[in-house]
């Protein structure tokens, strides 16, 4: 059994891959891998909670799988959530340890139901915190790296994981700590009142491997002032944009921009081109190393089962031991 501590974490395929999933974690996860047993999932029965198309599914999982590879994630750490079902069955056990009334209060939860084009809000919306918790606690991890957005379903882990423990008398799971990155809430440039993200559409996101002129124009129309900012403070659209320089190890960059904001000389045109620089040199890096990956998507398809198979074993002994500790029937596969 190895000493070291546990991460895992986990991402939606729900479409392009953007600067606040890899700011925010994905770049985290790949530095980890050397200092823990690290586990990364593409979470596609999370996927399905919202109203979606089971062909494209299909597509913006392995789409996913390809680009976390291309980000740094290495083969053996990558799994699919459906390849490992332990996940939903153990679901299933902790919603009986999960309080209504709390994951009725889960803000995404609430967000989520109100933006659904026909009005259908459904009930794997509502258990969708539930199914996290299995996918975290199945593998006991100490660590979940994450953004900020995911803070409240961290500590309803932690609470299940607590009334599981209670209720069969041992302290069976790991109360699991999140660590964020130094820029753990990426804004829209298009909107810095609110987080990057692909649910608001697609203005609100940079996608890493979109083509150069398309971030570039993301960035040369980021807000920097909707008029509300009090005098002398800096406005939330230019502290974004330093952010990104920050998150994206452009030290020198972010130094003498801030120097010149400090000096009241700033020219908002200016630090915009030297993001967007930043972010195109970044992106570019990626690109090239996916169309590597691409080219052989057959050998990727089969490293990424046999990885999931793999996995899948630390999970069959988490959930034979639960059912065990719960009074459910069972035999060892
Ligand atoms: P998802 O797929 O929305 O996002 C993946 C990761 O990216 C982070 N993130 C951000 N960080 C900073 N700024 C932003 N604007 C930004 N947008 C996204 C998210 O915090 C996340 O870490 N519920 C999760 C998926 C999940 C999961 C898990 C995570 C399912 N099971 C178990 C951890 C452990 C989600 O929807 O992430």
Request: glycine fraction near 4%; charge should be neutral; hydrophobic fraction near 35%.
């Amino acid at each position: 059994m190895s000493e070291r501590k546990s991460v895992l974490s986990c991402i939606q395929p729900t479409g392009d891959i953007h600067y606040g999933n890899y700011f925010g974690a994905v770049k985290n996860w790949v530095q980890l891998q050397e200092k823990y047993d690290t586990l990364y999932g593409v979470v596609n029965y999370h996927a399905m909670t919202m109203p979606y198309n089971p062909k494209k599914l299909i597509e913006n999982t392995w789409e996913l799988v390809y680009n976390l590879l291309a980000l740094g994630i290495e083969y053996d750490n990558l799994f699919i959530q459906s390849l490992i079902p332990e996940h939903a069955e153990l679901c299933w056990v902790f919603n009986n340890f999960a309080s209504f009334g709390r994951v009725e209060n889960m803000t995404q939860f609430k967000d989520k139901s109100q933006s659904t084009s026909d009005g259908f809000i459904s009930v794997g919306l509502y258990d969708y915190p539930v199914l996290q918790a299995a996918d975290i606690l199945i593998y006991k991890a100490h660590y979940v790296p994450v953004g900020e957005d995911q803070r409240q379903h961290l500590e309803l882990t932690r609470e299940i994981a607590n009334r599981f423990n209670n209720q069969v008398g041992k302290e069976y799971f790991v109360l699991p700590e999140t660590l964020h990155t130094a820029t753990p809430k990426i804004r829209s440039t298009a909107d810095p009142t609110r987080k990057m993200s692909k649910s608001a559409g697609e203005k609100h996101y940079i996608s890493i491997f979109s083509d150069e002129n398309r971030i570039r124009k993301q960035i040369r129309s980021a807000v920097t002032d909707t008029g509300e900012t009090p005098e002398g403070q800096m406005s939330e659209g230019v502290a974004n944009l330093f952010e990104l320089l920050k998150a994206a190890d452009a030290q020198d960059v972010y130094d003498h921009f801030m120097s010149t904001y400090k000096a009241g000389s700033l020219r908002y045109s200016e630090l915009k081109d030297a993001v967007a620089d930043t972010l195109v040199a970044l992106s570019a890096q990626f690109s090239e190393k996916k169309a590597e990956i691409i080219s052989d998507k057959r050998e990727v398809k089969y490293r990424i089962k046999q990885s999931s198979s793999e996995i899948r074993k630390i999970a069959q002994k988490t959930l034979f031991e639960v059912k065990e500790l719960c009074g459910l029937i069972n035999v060892k596969y």
